[in-house]
């Protein structure tokens, strides 16, 4: 079985986020640069079921679509345990051309499995995952918290308003990978780090797709109205306030 | 040409989401001169169905089936694109949540149609077509250019109002051939809890922190949740500590929630917890540390222990609520 697994280059989740050119771009000074948490979960857990044998895993393929600015990123998946990667080399325009671009390598690539993050820290779209699978007519499933293999076969937690569903799906397929898919993140150990640099990046030339979207522009939230402080003695008044000035409760 | 809203529903009913929906896809229906058109599908009785109607619900689309049952996004994406078809939809309207995220980019796809995803507004303007949505986890907004003919909206849940109209909606079954071999997921098993407030749907979020000390506390916490009807969260180190469920994980990679009051207790507020609740309309916090960044993002603030706050806050509410 081959994995893919998509990965995101985004801001650290920490960053307060600053625009630049008539807010139309984001300002990268001093931005420390990640991969997409919920796209690090879904290679640990990728990681963790290829070190048992017995799903026999032949490969774990990290993918981005980015510029040569992003190899850091990629490197950094490299370290962490991913066996090779794949950049297609362009800036990511929006959710289906990204999507589009991927759809293309799976194609040619053939992996059994491909794990998305459910969404990326920047865009908070929640598109590509489910994009891809649509591109290829493969199956998806969206909101994977658990992700076993049994006898060549995925078994999924799918979460569902108030609780999960265990669902079966055949490969090839599309993962949409949320919390709970593997308990931490893991951590690039020096060794890792080192065999990163040595390991295969595929750089590939992007297909030509149009975007569906464009960003026009950014806006930063409006400053809340300052906190008003309530005595720890006087908590009645806090209730009073939220039942009669919020209309809250 | 229509507004499409497709309209999930939870055991044969609908909840206040769905009529949001409705509610917002009338009000952008007025904006491009169209009318709302509903696709329901599952075992939904007409009184049930009706309720669309009151919220500006024209026509409502009724698809009744059992191979529906299972939720499978390739087989759902090929009968909502169906009905958009049919009812010549302009913009189609899902949920943000699970199930519209795994419908809607699969539909943008099918139908070559731009997303804007998670919106909470009316769209900035039609003409070009512009939406406002969170971005960067809630440290901003963008202005969103949708520029393909067909626009899929998904809609933040609780981010906007209900509408009530004295309309009424005309009801049309229609029945489909669905090849089971189709049908790709296959369920094993279902685990569901029941008769709790779901975390996602409550208007009210009594969340706990580090500052709650350990899972032996909770108690007051619950009661309070309980006491004004809301759900019980939490932040991440308590669901990573095991004293609470991993469901009740609100934050950037847990849940992200917008309930009318969030009650933070003992919790920080770290960029990543803020990043799941700054939706929120009003924020309470209670926390030892006036410097704790969570008094940023409140409107009513008590600086003081966790511990001995809350059940002084539990009696007062048991006053007022003349419990």
New interface residues.
């Given amino acids: 079985m081959k994995i893919l697994v998509c990965i995101s280059n985004v801001?650290d989740?920490?960053?307060?986020?600053k625009?630049v050119d008539n807010n139309k771009k984001l300002d990268v000074t001093g931005i420390q640069w990640i991969i997409n948490?919920?796209d690090e979960?879904s290679l640990t857990r990728a990681l963790e079921l290829k070190d048992d044998a017995a799903n026999k895993i032949q490969s774990v393929t990290v993918a981005h679509v980015g510029p040569v600015s992003s190899e850091p990123t990629i490197r950094k998946a490299l370290a962490i345990g991913a066996d090779d990667a794949i950049r297609i080399n362009s800036e990511p325009k929006?959710?289906?051309f990204v999507?589009a671009q991927l759809a293309e390598i799976i194609k040619i690539e053939k992996f059994d499995m491909v794990l998305c993050g459910?969404e990326s820290?920047?865009?908070?779209?929640?598109?590509?995952?489910?994009?891809i699978?649509?591109?290829l007519?493969y199956?998806?499933?969206?909101?994977i918290s658990g992700l076993k293999i049994e006898n060549g076969q995925a078994?999924i937690n799918r979460?569902?308003?108030?609780?999960?569903?265990?669902?079966?799906?055949?490969a090839p397929?599309i993962g949409?990978v949320?919390?709970?898919i593997a308990k931490e993140p893991r951590i690039a150990a020096m060794r890792g780090i080192m065999a990163a640099r040595t390991k295969p990046v595929k750089v590939v030339e992007p297909a030509n797709v149009e975007?569906?979207?464009?960003?026009?522009?950014?806006?930063?939230?409006k400053p809340?109205?300052a906190?008003?402080?309530?005595?720890?003695e006087n908590?009645?008044q806090?209730?009073?306030?939220?039942?009669n000035e919020?209309k809250?409760? | 040409m229509s507004v499409l809203v497709f309209a999930e529903n939870?055991d044969g009913k609908f909840k206040k989401l769905s009529f949001e929906l409705v509610s917002y896809a009338s009000k952008v229906a007025e904006m491009i001169n169209s009318s709302v058109s509903v696709l329901s599908i599952g075992n939904v009785d007409k009184s049930e169905l009706e309720k669309l109607g009151k919220y500006g619900a024209k026509k409502i689309t009724n698809i009744s089936n059992d191979s529906l049952k299972t939720l499978?996004?390739?087989v759902y994406?090929s009968v909502i694109a169906d009905i958009a078809a049919k009812e010549n939809a302009k913009i189609i309207v899902l949920s943000?949540?699970?199930t519209g995220?795994?419908?809607?980019?699969?539909l943008?796809?099918?139908l070559?149609?731009?997303?804007?995803?998670?919106v909470s507004k009316l769209p900035v303007s039609i003409n070009p077509f512009?939406v406002y949505?969170?971005?960067?986890?809630?440290?901003?907004?963008?202005?969103?250019?949708?520029?393909?003919d067909i626009k899929i909206l998904t809609l933040a849940q609780n981010s906007f109002e209900l509408i009530e109209t004295t309309n009424n909606a005309s009801i049309e079954n229609v029945s489909l051939q669905i090849d089971n071999s189709s049908i790709?997921?296959?369920?094993?098993?279902?685990?569901?809890?029941?008769g709790?407030i779901?975390l996602?749907?409550a208007?009210?979020v009594v969340s706990g922190g580090r500052g709650m000390k350990s899972s032996d506390n909770w108690k007051p916490l619950e009661e309070l949740a309980s006491l004004?009807s809301g759900a019980t969260a939490c932040s991440r180190p308590v669901s990573d500590e095991g004293w609470r469920p991993?469901?009740e994980?609100t934050g950037?990679?847990?849940k992200i929630i917008a309930p009318?009051?969030y009650i933070a207790i003992g919790i920080s507020g770290?960029?990543?917890h803020l990043?799941g609740v700054?939706s929120s309309?009003?924020i309470?916090?209670i926390n030892n540390d006036k410097g704790a960044p969570i008094?940023?993002?409140?409107?009513?603030?008590?600086?003081?222990d966790a511990l001995?706050?809350l059940p002084?806050?539990v009696?007062?509410?048991k006053?007022?609520k003349g419990k």
């Fill in positions: 801001p989740t920490t960053t307060k986020v625009f948490p919920w979960l929006d959710a289906y999507a459910i820290s920047d865009y908070n779209g929640s598109n590509v995952g489910s994009m699978a649509e591109f007519g199956p998806s499933v969206s909101a078994i979460e569902i308003d108030g609780g999960k569903e265990i669902v079966t799906i055949p397929f949409i949320q919390k709970g975007s569906l979207t464009e960003m026009v522009n950014f806006e930063l939230p809340r109205t906190c008003k402080f309530i005595d720890p908590v009645k806090l209730v009073e306030m939220l039942q919020a809250v409760i | 939870w499978d996004s390739q994406t943000n949540n699970n995220k795994s419908i809607a980019p699969r943008s796809v099918r070559k149609a731009g997303i804007g995803s998670g512009v949505k969170k971005v960067y986890s809630g440290n901003a907004y963008a202005n969103v250019q949708i520029k393909s790709k997921t296959q369920i094993r098993d279902v685990q569901k809890q029941t709790k779901l996602t749907d208007e009210i004004l991993h469901d994980h950037q990679t847990g009318n009051l770290a960029t990543q990043a700054s309309k009003y309470v916090a008094f940023e993002a409140a409107q009513y603030g008590i600086v003081g001995k706050v002084k806050l009696e007062a509410v006053e007022i």
